[in-house]
């Protein structure tokens, strides 16, 4: 009889356990970070009066109301006001609290002043100057925090690659932060009408000790007056931050479950400064996004999106938004590539946008000489 009570008060406990088990997990909320970048002594870039630090906390303090008017988001900030962080407190702060996701916010610059449009970044080391160089600008920040040099022993700010040890720590979260990387800029295209200029890689310092799914936003050039002032105002950083929050949204509905907020985005007219324009002038060399040659003669990987009997046009608006869009005609059918490029993890970046806009069969086509080659045959020449 007594062993039986035992038994019975063992199973009671056990019982206990996996319903208060249950209930810990199911009312666990979805966390996001929100880092605004720069702060205090650190203007980030400024031009025309426009001033980056203010510009990013008046957009992340935006965000956060909007998650937080989900009683199942917690929001936690890097700053709520004009303090400076050091940037791998800003990845500890993420990394302590288990967040989900990791957003800093941040405008671009450049010397050009007609440069313009949106970027968002994952973690990576990219062979891309111009990557680079946000990358290097960025993480110059380090340079005004106290004992930098012990801190960040072994790491250059001046030569983003000798992040190299981040590698391995990124690949785990790589696939999600590029899906919710590519709901960004999707949004910023087709809800908010902005310039888009792609998902990248890049090694900033601030994503490095980040250990979950992570981006890096560069809203829109504020050395662009017309852009700058888009951002500087009210109506501007409303709408960004509602973009923002709807990528935020739609990545917990997507692997974690509960419903979506209509998110009312008014759209923008788009900057009416020339555009970024770029030459294909040799039949051995065309162009990424990021403005590097693609060199014909070695490996170039596309990504399929699409077969069909007839011939459809190549414009944005027949492939989800997509743009780069190539052709070639076999066995009958037209077969619809999306992008062109050397690198095959900028090839697998292209591939989860083209399925985030719609193409779930979508899959790397390698090419070499002009002639479509087999992806082990791809990998093992270069």
């Known amino acids: 009889?007594?062993?039986?009570?035992?038994?019975?008060?063992?199973?009671?406990?056990?019982?206990?356990?996996?319903?208060?088990?249950?209930?810990?997990?199911?009312?666990?909320k979805f966390k996001v970070t929100l880092d605004a970048g720069h702060g205090d002594h650190d203007f980030g870039a400024t031009y025309h009066g426009f001033i980056e630090k203010n510009i990013a906390l008046g957009v992340v303090l935006k965000v956060g109301k909007i998650l937080e008017q989900d009683p199942t988001i917690q929001v936690i900030y890097t700053r709520k006001n004009d303090s400076f962080i050091d940037l791998v407190e800003r990845a500890n702060i993420a990394n302590r609290a288990n967040a989900n996701l990791f957003v800093s916010i941040h405008c671009n610059a450049n010397k050009n002043q007609e440069a313009y449009g949106t970027e968002?970044?994952?973690?990576?080391?990219?062979?891309?100057?111009?990557?680079?160089?946000?990358?290097?600008?960025?993480?110059?920040v380090i340079q005004m925090e106290k004992d930098y040099k012990t801190k960040y022993a072994g790491y250059n700010p001046n030569s983003p690659e000798s992040l190299i040890s981040a590698t391995l720590a990124q690949e785990e979260y790589l696939d999600q932060s590029i899906e919710f990387a590519s709901r960004i800029q999707d949004n910023f295209d087709v809800k908010l009408n902005r310039k888009v200029r792609g998902v990248k890689q890049a090694p900033f310092m601030v994503l490095h000790k980040a250990f979950m799914p992570?981006?890096?936003?560069?809203?829109?050039?504020?050395?662009?007056?017309?852009?700058?002032?888009?951002?500087?105002?009210?109506?501007?950083?409303?709408?960004?931050?509602?973009s923002i929050a709807d990528a935020i949204f739609r990545m917990k509905v997507e692997h974690f479950g509960g419903s979506m907020p209509v998110i009312e985005i008014q759209k923008s007219e788009k900057t009416t400064v020339k555009k970024d324009t770029v030459k294909t002038s040799s039949k051995e060399t065309s162009k990424t996004s990021d403005n590097k040659p693609v060199d014909t003669t070695k490996?170039?990987?596309?990504?399929?999106?699409?077969?069909?009997?007839?011939?459809?046009?190549?414009?944005?608006?027949?492939?989800?938004?997509?743009?780069?869009?190539?052709?070639?005609?076999?066995?009958?059918?037209?077969?619809?590539?999306?992008?062109?490029?050397?690198?095959?993890?900028?090839?697998?970046?292209?591939?989860?946008?083209?399925?985030?806009?719609?193409?779930?069969?979508?899959?790397?086509?390698?090419?070499?000489?002009?002639?479509?080659?087999?992806?082990?045959?791809?990998?093992?020449?270069?």
């Open 299 to 382: 490996v170039v990987y596309k990504v399929q999106v699409k077969a069909s009997s007839s011939h459809v046009e190549t414009k944005p608006e027949n492939f989800n938004g997509l743009s780069k869009i190539s052709f070639i005609s076999e066995k009958g059918y037209y077969k619809y590539m999306y992008g062109e490029t050397n690198d095959y993890n900028e090839a697998k970046m292209q591939l989860l946008e083209a399925k985030t806009r719609g193409y779930d069969s979508a899959f790397i086509v390698p090419f070499k000489n002009g002639q479509k080659i087999s992806l082990n045959e791809a990998l093992k020449s270069k």
């Open 214 to 242: 992570r981006v890096l936003i560069e809203m829109g050039f504020i050395s662009n007056k017309e852009e700058g002032a888009y951002l500087n105002s009210e109506e501007g950083q409303l709408n960004v931050a509602k």
């Open 120 to 140: 968002t970044y994952v973690m990576g080391l990219s062979k891309s100057a111009s990557s680079l160089e946000v990358a290097k600008k960025e993480n110059e």
């Open 1 to 28: 009889m007594k062993l039986s009570l035992k038994i019975k008060e063992v199973f009671v406990l056990v019982l206990l356990f996996i319903v208060s088990s249950m209930l810990a997990q199911s009312s666990g």
